[in-house]
């Protein structure tokens, strides 16, 4: 029993490989980080279209009408550009350093992936709500008061329901993907 002792204890004394683990790790980080970075960057060149045609919009007719096509217009360029920060906050391409302690890198991760959690539970839902008040505003002050008004606001609505609604799928992929991840990243960290 001696023996069996003092074996497990050597066994137990040696240094866990944790450079095998922490690139395995690293790895699994940066492929799901690409996949952050490519939606970044589509949704940063479609706001870039976006707000180019508010711009153009804005200033063939910021003469025509009121403070409310103008307000409208700011909320639009502050909701775009608010949004596309917070989902650029959530992408992080650190890469395991040789000497920075795996937890530290674990930690940093696991701050990354609940920035995207938020975005996808809470600030997408913010920034439709957001949106469809500025583009209804936007609508007030183009159209008439009346059957065409009242339609325009109806579509609007509908339109900004149906893509929400289409999405939802998707997001909740994405984020069973995360919560897959911080569930791994949690047990790992509690193993170290």
Same mark, same amino acid.
């Given at each position: 029993?001696? /023996?069996?002792? *003092?074996?497990?204890?050597?066994?137990?004394?040696?240094?866990?490989? *944790?450079?095998?683990?922490? $690139?395995?790790?690293? @790895? &699994?980080?940066?492929? +799901? *980080?690409?996949? =952050?970075?490519?939606?970044?960057?589509?949704?940063?060149?479609?706001?870039? =279209?976006?707000?180019?045609?508010?711009?153009?919009?804005?200033?063939?007719?910021?003469?025509?009408?009121?403070? !409310?096509?103008? *307000?409208?217009?700011?909320?639009?360029?502050?909701?775009? %550009?608010? #949004?596309?920060?917070?989902?650029?906050?959530?992408?992080?391409? /650190?890469? &395991?350093?040789?000497?920075?302690?795996?937890?530290?890198? =674990?930690?940093?991760?696991?701050?990354?992936?609940?920035?995207?959690? +938020?975005?996808?539970?809470?600030?997408?839902?913010?920034?439709?709500? !957001?949106?469809? =008040?500025?583009?209804?505003?936007?609508?007030?002050? #183009?159209?008439?008061?009346?059957?065409? &008004?009242?339609?325009?606001?109806?579509? %609007?609505?509908?339109?900004?329901?149906?893509?929400?609604?289409?999405?939802?799928?998707? @997001? $909740?992929? +994405?984020?069973?993907?995360?919560?897959?991840?911080?569930?791994?990243?949690? %047990?790992?960290?509690?193993?170290?």
């Amino acid at each position: 029993m001696d /023996n069996f002792e *003092q074996l497990r204890q050597n066994w137990l004394g040696q240094p866990v490989n *944790q450079q095998v683990i922490t $690139k395995q790790l690293d @790895n &699994q980080w940066r492929n +799901r *980080q690409l996949k =952050v970075l490519t939606v970044n960057v589509f949704l940063t060149l479609s706001f870039l =279209v976006a707000f180019v045609i508010t711009g153009c919009i804005y200033y063939k007719y910021h003469n025509q009408y009121g403070w !409310l096509f103008s *307000q409208s217009i700011i909320a639009i360029y502050l909701i775009l %550009t608010m #949004f596309l920060v917070t989902t650029w906050k959530s992408l992080g391409f /650190n890469q &395991q350093k040789g000497d920075m302690p795996v937890t530290e890198f =674990v930690d940093y991760q696991l701050r990354k992936y609940d920035w995207q959690r +938020r975005v996808l539970s809470i600030y997408v839902w913010i920034y439709v709500l !957001l949106l469809w =008040v500025a583009l209804c505003g936007f609508i007030l002050t #183009f159209t008439d008061k009346g059957l065409l &008004q009242t339609w325009s606001i109806i579509l %609007t609505t509908f339109y900004i329901l149906g893509i929400s609604w289409a999405s939802r799928r998707y @997001n $909740k992929k +994405r984020l069973i993907s995360i919560d897959d991840s911080i569930q791994e990243l949690n %047990t790992m960290r509690a193993g170290f």
